[in-house]
């Protein structure tokens, strides 16, 4: 499943940026010539940023702001790295976007926060992950209660094939929710920004829905628990730029309440959503590993390393 | 450039290229082969299944249901095949109480619990291979455990354990491509809103796998009432039903509907012709309704992820 995605055989010469590779189409044998120089300047200016970001000194919060701490954390999918030594703070109540190459580890990285990764057999991390200063990889932590509390809305939009309703009450019911479920059905819908679209609906199927629809519906699912932490892979990877901002929108209002950590493929999004970014990208093992994280703002504006400034710009990646 | 080299592009040498029909005989060979082939394998069959019904009309004009409800009987003209029905309905209860549960809960470790390791590879291609072992093995089997090792004599319950046995690889192959086709990203939501694996299963994966699962217990049931090779060896044969209470017919000897038909091939009078044709009409009637409710059920809650 996910790990045969992953370790694939190896591509050869990933160093080499994009745009050199997909010159091919010229005829003139004057850029065959030129390449493999400009090539070798690219390689080496780019092993120097390699060597930078190993060295990068992760944003740092204050103790009572920080929510996840990762200290050289690693993930393994048996015995291939996916993501080397990441460390980095994640801050409460913000926004904080990881983004890079497809490859790169990103989806890993957030599947590790949430212990998602534990339904792969062959997947296991080094280092660690600290959530409010406990290691959820220790010993004795129940994996049902850290996803109970670190929610996540997932890549395509995948409610289940009962009613909007019961989507939103199977969380809270499996917690032993004893309180008024229509009455939180009701409040996880408006605060996903659905409630008005479905309210006369409720018995109707989830699938039925739009996907924008059904992306919100998963949401009011995951806040539906109260969690405290929202995990989104790749949320608006499948739906039409007007219901991404839609949730776009909609996280800029959840983050009030919840930690949001998002991966996105699309630089726009993590630059119109987030506060913080942080940026992996892979080395020559295939494996991803962060290469800086900075305020949104600063890291689109001024990047620290070249990597960063090569990829959002647009010249690999 | 075209293929066919000179480029003619004029109204005329364009309209004679395109309209230039010419028939394509490899092409039209192949169709007539297939066609063949299908009208010769479903002829076959047309043929059989009316060589029996016109053997077994006479039998059911002259009898009517009467040919339903009594029991087996030496003398053709009394002879019944209820014994038979009942006898079948016992297995087929049998099969569903123990094939059932069993299959279902093989198949929920198999996919949802044991590890991707070697041994649990090994385990699923074997689940395989017996669902392809012969029926008479099966037959030796319950032969050897049921009737003699666990001194159940050639009773209802030895036959019943044995059918079991034999679609018990079937219901697990069913089941475990029907868990299989919920797809992970279910599970993941379940799981992502802090269900345990359990309750992620009970609510989630089997429901959804649920028309699946029937669809193939189904089959099963069919396959085993049609079975007739295992009930031999494990003394269906010899049997009628000598006792009317329940627990009497469970333990003691029984027949069913194949082997009342493979009794009824074997006897001398001939008219006995039309009463197995009869027999193999009902035997065939069961199996297809069964089937098509199988198939009916299949397309009715047919998911698309």
Redesign the interface.
């Known amino acids: 499943?996910v790990n045969e995605d992953v370790t694939s055989p190896p591509s050869t010469q990933r160093t080499i940026p994009a745009e050199t590779q997909t010159d091919g189409l010229a005829p003139e044998s004057a850029t065959i010539r030129i390449a493999p120089l400009q090539r070798n300047v690219d390689e080496e200016e780019r092993r120097m940023a390699e060597a930078q970001a190993q060295g990068a000194t992760a944003l740092e919060f204050e103790a009572d702001q920080v929510v996840f701490e990762l200290e050289a954390l690693s993930c393994y999918y048996g015995s291939f790295r996916a993501v080397r030594e990441i460390s980095l703070q994640v801050p409460k109540n913000r926004i904080t976007a990881l983004i890079g190459p497809s490859g790169c580890g990103k989806s890993t990285l957030l599947r590790s926060f949430?212990r998602?990764n534990d339904?792969v057999?062959s997947a296991h991390i080094e280092g660690s992950i600290r959530y409010h200063g406990v290691d959820l990889y220790a010993d004795g932590v129940d994996p049902?209660?850290v996803?109970?509390?670190i929610?996540?809305v997932?890549q395509?939009p995948?409610?289940?094939?009962k009613s909007i309703y019961d989507n939103v009450a199977?969380?809270p019911r499996?917690?032993g929710y004893k309180g008024k479920m229509d009455e939180l059905v009701e409040r996880s819908l408006r605060r996903a920004a659905l409630w008005d679209e479905v309210k006369d609906k409720l018995r109707e199927p989830g699938t039925a829905l739009s996907g924008g629809q059904q992306q919100r519906l998963?949401i009011a699912?995951?806040i539906?628990?109260e969690p405290d932490v929202i995990l989104m892979d790749e949320p608006c990877s499948a739906l039409d730029p007007i219901a991404t901002l839609k949730i776009e929108e909609l996280m800029r209002e959840l983050k009030e309440n919840y930690t949001i950590v998002i991966v996105t493929h699309n630089m726009q999004q993590a630059a119109r959503a987030s506060d913080y970014t942080a940026f992996l990208t892979m080395g020559d093992d295939r494996a991803g590993y962060l290469v800086e994280m900075a305020p949104t703002q600063q890291l689109f504006t001024s990047p620290e390393n070249r990597l960063t400034e090569d990829y959002i710009t647009g010249r690999f990646g | 450039m075209a293929v066919t080299g000179d480029a003619v592009t004029s109204r005329r040498a364009v309209e004679a290229r395109l309209r230039g029909g010419k028939t394509d005989v490899a092409g039209v060979a192949l169709q007539v082969f297939l066609l063949l082939s299908l009208v010769i394998s479903l002829g076959v069959l047309v043929v059989l299944l009316t060589d029996i019904f016109i053997r077994a009309l006479p039998a059911f004009t002259d009898r009517g249901l009467d040919l339903l409800t009594s029991p087996l009987s030496a003398r053709p003209a009394r002879a019944g095949m209820s014994q038979g029905i009942i006898g079948s309905l016992i297995l087929t209860g049998f099969v569903i109480l123990l094939a059932l549960p069993l299959g279902v809960g093989a198949a929920v470790y198999l996919e949802e619990y044991a590890r991707d390791t070697g041994p649990t590879r090994f385990v699923r291609t074997n689940i395989r291979n017996l669902a392809g072992v012969p029926a008479i093995v099966y037959g030796l089997l319950g032969l050897a455990v049921f009737v003699t090792l666990l001194g159940m004599g050639q009773s209802a319950i030895a036959g019943g354990l044995t059918l079991g046995i034999l679609v018990l690889p079937i219901i697990v192959i069913t089941t475990s491509e029907a868990l299989r086709a919920v797809p992970i990203s279910i599970r993941e939501a379940a799981l992502g809103v802090g269900a345990t694996r359990w309750e992620m299963i009970r609510s989630h994966v089997l429901p959804y796998a649920a028309p699946g699962v029937l669809t193939g217990t189904i089959l099963a049931l069919a396959r085993a009432f049609g079975e007739t090779a295992p009930l031999i060896m494990v003394g269906a044969v010899v049997g009628t039903f000598n006792s009317t209470d329940p627990l009497g017919m469970l333990t003691g000897s029984y027949t069913a509907l194949p082997t009342v038909i493979f009794n009824w091939a074997r006897e001398p009078q001939e008219e006995f012709r039309a009463l197995t044709a009869a027999a193999i009409v009902v035997l065939l009637v069961v199996i297809l309704l069964v089937n098509a409710a199988a198939i009916i059920l299949r397309n009715r809650y047919d998911r698309r992820w």
């Not at chain 1, 995948?158 to 094939?161: E, K, L, R, W």
């Open positions: 499943m949430n998602m339904l057999d049902v209660e996803r109970r509390r929610g996540m997932f395509k995948n409610p289940f094939p199977f969380g499996v917690a998963c699912r995951a539906a628990v």
